[in-house]
């Protein structure tokens, strides 16, 4: 099964529940060894596409190709992928070993080679010393490492992760992101991972899908989601808290002029634009600048401690409510009024309509 | 003062408090109407009519005619406990999941419960007696399925599987579904699936049906009676105590083979729970969900 194939294809995936379209059209080449990223809020499709890919979901249409074998008709137990459940789906009457040996049994390999390549999947995620244990004797973070060993173990051409990491508290949480990414690097094993959570996300994956209401937003590397959001949907959930509702008012090339609700700013903008169209500018808190002198009056309204940086929320006169990030050192204090400004490379301008 | 409300707080901590109390009338009400007659029944048995107190036993076990009832008994109860234990799995496999229709298939397969053994027995003499439907449409000679120990025993299976088929209903529903998931994902096709997965977990759960299921067939009598042969194959233990007792009017004789019929019971009973007392028995959800 893992004999070298070039690419996995999804095209045109959909799948519906009743009348209502959970996944629609979702087209996607993943190229060997990559290490995929489906991202979006709770309902957004990425799930069911998990599910279809497994197997464990049939079509509505569109379907699954390893180069030219096509998979979407297959049974699960034959599609040869491996997947990480999101609560974790231990069999709770094995031992770990028994767990990892499970899917090499399925294979009627030799005992002997069974036991090898379970011992070396117990050894890459450390947990010798509790091979011998039932699942209920482990903790959440010695769990999620034997379902990613039971997955891996088969050298599986496409590993499935759902939402893997939502079960732990967050320093586990961290310490197993990282535990992900080393495994990925050098097992080189085709991944496809779902999360809502955009930092995950990006810290994990070579290329991320971002999905809402079933419909596929943008498909790119972590940097071009990060700085470059195809529209203001996927601005919002790659952290740009900022969306102001405004007007256009020049657009000459590489900037246009917003304004409206006493504000008058500066973007990028994104996509087609015209003078008088209804707009969303879109600036990260971190983007956000305070300054001296010039720039839009505020007065601050709530400080969130966050160590070397402060999360300010402000109000304009007009009652625009601003997110903003401010070293500090330099004490905001509920009340006190403060100017800002905008980079204009940083503010994303969009059109309202998308 | 500090020494008592310490020593309140610690049996508290081992629930013991005043709510306990509430626990009063319903113990009574065991005592009353369970413990007592249940240990005057045992003390009856030691006293027999005659001879020292083992005679009555001594009696039972002597006497081939009243001796072989515990195995005539058992010939009817292990089968058609196992039977009821065995069809109940496929079935209530099939039907674990969510489906259209599912409350009307399962008030169907339980009826035959709400029904009572009299109506159920009426209903095989009309359907296998040897005028009846069912030999009438069967070409040659008349099949006997009444009146026997087949009598019996079909009539066990019909009241019995209900129950056991309820009992590993629930206890299939109580399986984590992303296991069976998870195994297919891993290459196992659906009869491994079942064997390797979900048989296991579901194992304790089918000793204790089958438990159940069987003191509910070895304590048969009207059926036994109607639809068996109450004088020959199937003269099951409990017909030979009512004989005792209302034929004879040996009450002693009576509560000895109602022991001897409970200790029976809790002998199988034992067999069965060793047995599952080896299998794994924890959680059977797949994680922390």
């Known amino acids: ?354 | 003062m500090r020494h008592s409300t310490a020593l309140r707080h610690r049996l508290a901590e081992r629930g013991i408090d005043r709510q306990l109390l509430l626990l009063v009338p319903a113990a009574a009400f065991v005592v009353l109407l369970f413990v007592y007659p249940f240990l005057y029944g045992v003390g009856l048995s030691f006293q027999p009519e005659r001879g020292g107190p083992f005679s009555a036993y001594r009696e039972f076990f002597a006497d081939a005619y009243q001796r072989d009832t515990i195995l005539t008994t058992l010939r009817l109860a292990l089968p058609a406990a196992l039977l009821n234990v065995v069809a109940s799995v496929p079935i209530a496999y099939r039907m674990r999941g969510r489906f259209r229709g599912k409350r009307l298939l399962t008030t169907l397969l339980v009826v035959p419960v709400t029904l009572g053994t009299v109506l159920t027995a009426q209903g095989l003499l009309n359907f296998l007696g040897p005028t009846g439907w069912f030999n009438r449409i069967l070409p040659g000679d008349p099949v006997r399925l009444t009146n026997n120990y087949w009598g019996v025993f079909f009539s066990l299976v019909i009241t019995g599987f209900p129950f056991a088929f309820l009992l590993v209903l629930s206890y299939l529903s109580g399986i984590d579904p992303t296991l069976e998931r998870a195994a297919a994902t891993l290459g196992a096709g659906s009869w491994q699936r079942f064997r390797r997965i979900t048989l296991p977990l579901l194992a304790p759960g089918l000793a204790t049906t089958f438990c159940l299921t069987f003191v509910l067939a070895f304590s048969v009598f009207p059926s036994a009676v109607l639809v068996g042969d109450p004088a020959g194959s199937t003269r099951v233990i409990s017909i030979a105590a009512y004989e005792e007792a209302y034929v004879r009017y040996d009450y002693p004789m009576a509560a000895t083979i109602a022991v001897i019929m409970g200790a029976v019971e809790l002998l199988v009973i034992a067999a069965v729970l060793g047995w599952r007392s080896l299998l794994y028995t924890g959680s059977t959800a797949g994680g922390k969900g």
């Open chain 1, 1 to 354: 099964m893992t004999e070298g194939f070039a690419e996995l294809r999804l095209d045109g995936v959909s799948r519906s529940f009743g009348g209502h379209e959970a996944l629609a059209d979702l087209t996607l080449t993943i190229r060997r060894g990559e290490f995929i990223a489906l991202l979006g809020p709770s309902g957004c499709g990425k799930s069911t596409a998990l599910n279809c890919l497994a197997g464990l979901l049939p079509l509505t249409r569109g379907g699954i190709w390893l180069d030219d074998r096509r998979l979407d008709t297959l049974p699960p137990e034959r599609r040869g992928f491996g997947m990480v459940f999101q609560n974790y789906a231990l069999f709770p009457h094995m031992s770990v070993r028994g767990n990892v040996a499970f899917g090499l049994q399925m294979r009627h390999l030799s005992r002997a080679e069974v036991r090898r390549r379970t011992d070396e999947a117990i050894r890459l995620v450390r947990l010798e010393e509790h091979a011998a244990k039932l699942p209920g004797q482990l903790s959440g973070g010695q769990q999620q490492r034997v379902a990613i060993a039971r997955a891996v173990v088969l050298e599986p051409s496409l590993v499935l992760m759902d939402e893997p990491l939502s079960n732990l508290d967050a320093k586990l949480r961290l310490e197993m992101r990282t535990e992900i990414r080393r495994l990925h690097q050098s097992l080189g094993l085709t991944t496809v991972y779902v999360t809502h959570d955009q930092e995950e996300a990006l810290s994990l994956a070579d290329r991320l899908v971002l999905l809402r209401d079933g419909r596929t937003q943008q498909v790119g590397t972590p940097e071009e989601l990060h700085g470059r959001p195809a529209n203001w949907h996927v601005a919002d959930f790659m952290g740009y808290r900022n969306l102001l509702r405004l007007r256009a008012a020049t657009v000459t090339g590489a900037e246009a002029g917003v304004e409206g609700d006493g504000l008058r700013l500066t973007g990028t903008p994104v996509g087609v634009i015209q003078p008088g169209d209804p707009v969303v500018a879109a600036v990260r808190p971190e983007d956000v600048r305070i300054a001296e002198g010039a720039g839009v009056p505020a007065t601050v309204e709530v400080v969130e401690y966050h160590g070397r940086e402060v999360a300010v929320e402000a109000r304009t006169a007009e009652g625009v409510r601003l997110y903003l990030r401010d070293a500090a050192a330099t004490r905001p204090a509920p009340g006190d009024k403060v100017q800002f400004t905008v980079d204009p490379a940083r503010l994303l301008v969009f059109p309202a309509s998308t």
